[in-house]
């Protein structure tokens, strides 16, 4: 399949920053960024992929290395790459991980754990953020969520609950900030290749059988969910708020 993707003049020199953008879904967001011209700045907790992945694309992507389950280690980071490349107007809550987990061992502490992972730190990156977009006079914010507890998923409660969450917390943000024009927004990817994906999880039979349940015949590629969210932090967006967005191939 060839395609040509589209390019938004609205984004070019854009501020963007990204959680979790070193690898997997987030490095095709930086990626996705980066050909629209906009200035970006990631964080994540892996030095050498990080390294990596903004040195290859140049002077207009940089990063930060934090652990985003730690609220202050993060709100350095955001601070950092705002003294770096000024103030963003667009914010991608991307960063998770799927650890599976299973209900009889889980403990009151990995249950914070995992919510620390995967739903706290996209509260603390928009309380960062924010006052910087209202002062630009707007933005937009992409949470990113997961059809896994949609789809009544099993094998990882303390994901599927935080991923859950993620609808409430940009729904209700959309009502906070949506007077200063900020909007908010929900991706919600099935079952994406990433590497860590194929390396953990994606055996022979396990996509024959996600196959069959989408629509569509075509594993997702995670690029895809990168065109999702160039489109919704652009104007062509600018009345999309407080909604989900899905790119699962019609997985049902
Ligand atoms: N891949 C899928 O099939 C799939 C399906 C549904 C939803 N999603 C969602 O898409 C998003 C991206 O997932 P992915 O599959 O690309 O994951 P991934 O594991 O491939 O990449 C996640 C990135 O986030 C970083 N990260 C993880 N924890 C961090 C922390 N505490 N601090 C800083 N950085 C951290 C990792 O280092 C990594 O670079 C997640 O929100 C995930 O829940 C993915």
Redesign the pocket.
Known sequence: MTNRFATYPSLEDKTVFI??G?????EQIVRAFAAQKARVGF????AA?SAALAEELGPNVISEL????DVESLKAAFGKLQERIGPATVLVN?????DRHSWQDLTAEYFDERVA??LRHMFFAIQAVAPGMIEAGGGSIIN?G???WWEAGGGFPAYATS?AAVHGLTRTMARDLGDHRIRVNTVV????M????KTLWATEEALENHVKRQCLPDLIE?VYVARMVVFLASDDAAMCTANNYMVEAGSI
């Open positions: 959680s979790g070193a690898s997997g879904i987030g964080v994540d907790l892996d992929a934090c652990d985003l389950r991307n960063a998770a991980r799927d992972t995967n990113m997961s059809n896994s991923k990817p099935g079952w994406i990433t590497d860590r994906q995670p």
